[in-house]
Structures are given as C-alpha cells and as structure tokens.
C-alpha cells in the first residue's frame, strides 16, 4: 500500500487524499491494519446474568466474525476466549448459556473454564498431547463501568484511557444505566466509514446542519481535546438549556457542559449526556456502505428530550445527509485533497494522523 503523510503542524497539514476514501486496496488493508488491532464493545456486563456464565459473541459481527466467547467463573472475573476447538475447529458454545466446562459437541473435547485444555477421547496413543496449542487462546479485556470491551490484537492500551474517561465522568452513574433497546437503532449510511467518523470529530458543521443542536449549544465554546489514541469534543450549552450537575474540585465545576462526545480509534463514540450514555459504533460494509449502531443507556428518563442529547435520531439523519454528499463528492475527478481548520477540525486532523501512522507502518 502507498504510504500516506499527514503533517504533524495542522497549519500546513492537507487531508486524507481522496484516493483513501476511493481505494478497495486500502479499505480491505485497513481490517488487517487497524481493525484487528482495535478494541471493541462485548456489551454491558449485565449480559451475563445470574443464570448464565458463557455468552458467545464475534468480534465485529458482519465485518471481523472473529468467534469469541466471554466466560464468567466462580469468583465473578470475566475472561474472553476463542470460541473455536483447537482439535478441529467446531464453535463450542453457540448461545448463552450456564456451564462447567466447555465442551465441544463434535467430538468431545473439554476446555476449562480459563480455557485451559481438559481431556479428549480416543487420545490415549497420541504422542505429546496435549500441547499449550490445544488451550483456548485468551483475549485482554478492559472494563469501563460495566462495560466489557475485548482487543485480539490491540495496538495501545485503552485501560489507562478508561481510567482518564473515569476520572473526568466520575460524577455519571454509570453502573444506574439501564439498557433502552427501544431507544437503540442502527443506520445504514451509503458512505465510507472513515467519512462518518470525520464528520463526528468536529463541531465545524454544526451552525450549518443542525439548526436544533445549534440553539442548544455555545458555537463559540465548543472545545477539542486531544490525546493519543482517542479524542474529547465537550460542547457547552447556551444559558438555560440543560447542563451536568457537576460536583466542586472538578475541572469542569463551573461550566455549563451539554455533553461529553468521546471518540476512540478508529470506531467508538461514547456520548455522555444528563439522561445517560448513546454508545454509538461504525462499522465499515463496503467501501461506499457503513453500519452505525446507536446503543442507548438511560439513567434520569426526565432529561431524554432536553438539551444537546435530545432528537438524536434526527441529529443522525442530518449527518447522513451532509456525509453522504461528501461520498459523492469525494469521488470528484476534480477533488485531491482539502486543508483542516486550526480551530476547529483537530478532532478529524488527528484522525487522519493515526489513520497514516497505522498505514504506514
């Protein structure tokens, strides 16, 4: 793959080159380049109740169908393993269920609950067996509240950007969320994934696309913060709109803060609003196709249709509006590249930086 320089000085830098956007090259690299060193939601760890100890789940259901299944022992610890035999790689557990060891149903080999190799019939002659090939590898997980997240192959350690998320939301009651499926949808959006992740990490587009969020939100406040491998967009609400009740001591106290849109490379979106969290994720399709989910948690109801979290949906419609223009546009014969606003797109420069270092290297 042709290496790709964004400049480190967003003064001068230039943009992804619209062959990015436009290469089935590059879009199938990217799954091996920074997919599979990503880390992605399992779920809420109530996904596990009382009654069942395995749930079986793929990485990136429809795009990396990775088979993994998130075990729970006796002591209440998660882990997460392949859910694939190391004999003749059967799936072992195909629903959730309660269990005491894994076994696969094909012919019989058992796994421990830490994945560690149990026994196996008809094995007796075979000579050095079992072998640590025939444990179930073990994947990292990583918690943030009670959510479960799991990396095959992750590039950075996303444990220490969860304690910074922590420290800065400490006042959300995150483990009060309860899950609103009727609130939770998934678009389809006829555009690369990486555009849609473009338009999310700046606040740019707003005045001009979303006259609602507009008169909620304060334009001229509304503040990137970047970090390594993920990002903070904080938008601060106009007087009288709805704001987090946030505790002295706090670098926020003070501030009339509508929201808190965190972004993790290359995929994850954590909103955190007054009424609760819409964790959103991007799925690429195709390379002119994404599938976005909006998972929705809710821990104060009277706050869903207030400030900058209310009409999401229509907020995302109108995202889907402007995003899928760019995709027409972006295969422009007469398009290359464009320049980033200093003030106001360091959220999508510092994408498109780790987007080039992951191709690059």
């Known amino acids: 793959m042709k290496k790709i320089k964004v400049e480190n000085n967003i003064k001068i830098a230039e943009t992804l080159p619209s062959s990015f956007y436009k290469s089935e090259v590059v879009f199938n690299e990217l799954k091996e380049m920074v997919f599979y060193k990503s880390w992605q939601l399992i779920d809420h760890e109530s996904v596990l109740p009382s009654n069942a100890n395995a749930y079986p789940f793929d990485f990136m259901k429809d795009y990396i169908n990775e088979p993994l299944v998130l075990i729970k022992d006796n002591y209440n610890d998660f882990k997460c393993l392949t ?106 959006v006829n555009s690369h994934w990486a555009l849609y992740c473009d338009n999310y990490l700046e606040g740019f587009h707003i005045p001009f696309v979303h006259n609602d969020l507009n008169n909620v939100l304060d334009y001229g406040d509304y503040d990137t913060e970047i970090y390594e491998n993920y990002n903070l967009q904080v938008g601060y609400a106009k007087d009288g709109e709805e704001i987090f009740d946030i505790p002295e001591n706090h670098i926020d106290h003070g501030k009339n803060v509508a929201a808190y849109y965190y972004w993790l490379y290359p995929n994850i979106m954590l909103n955190f609003y007054p009424w609760g969290l819409s964790i959103n994720i991007v799925k690429p399709v195709n390379i002119s196709k994404t599938k976005v989910q909006f998972i929705t948690y809710v821990f104060d109801e009277s706050k869903l249709e207030t400030g900058a979290g209310a009409s999401l949906d229509k907020v995302e419609r109108e995202d889907e509006f402007v995003v899928e223009g760019v995709q027409k546009g972006i295969n422009s014969k007469f398009y290359k590249t464009g320049r980033f606003s200093p003030s106001k797109e360091r959220g999508v420069h510092h994408f498109h930086s780790l987007l080039s270092k992951s191709i690059n290297s």
């Not at 195909?94 to 076994?103: E, F, K, S």
């Not at 007796?124 to 590898?137: S, T, V």
Request: with cysteine; aromatic share 12%.
């Open 83 to 188: 859910n694939v035999c190391t004999h003749r790689a059967n799936i072992i557990i195909n629903d959730r269920c309660q269990i005491n060891d894994l076994r696969c149903m094909y012919h019989g080999r058992k796994f421990h609950l830490d994945g560690k190799f149990k026994s196996m019939p008809e094995f007796e002659d075979a000579e050095n067996f079992p072998r640590d090939c025939d444990n179930l590898k073990e994947f990292k997980i990583k918690k943030l509240g009670p959510f479960l997240f799991v990396g095959l192959e992750p590039s950075f350690d996303i444990g220490s950007i969860f304690k910074e998320i922590i420290e800065r939301v400490s006042f959300i009651p995150m483990d009060k969320m309860t899950h609103r499926g009727d609130l939770s949808k998934e678009y389809l």
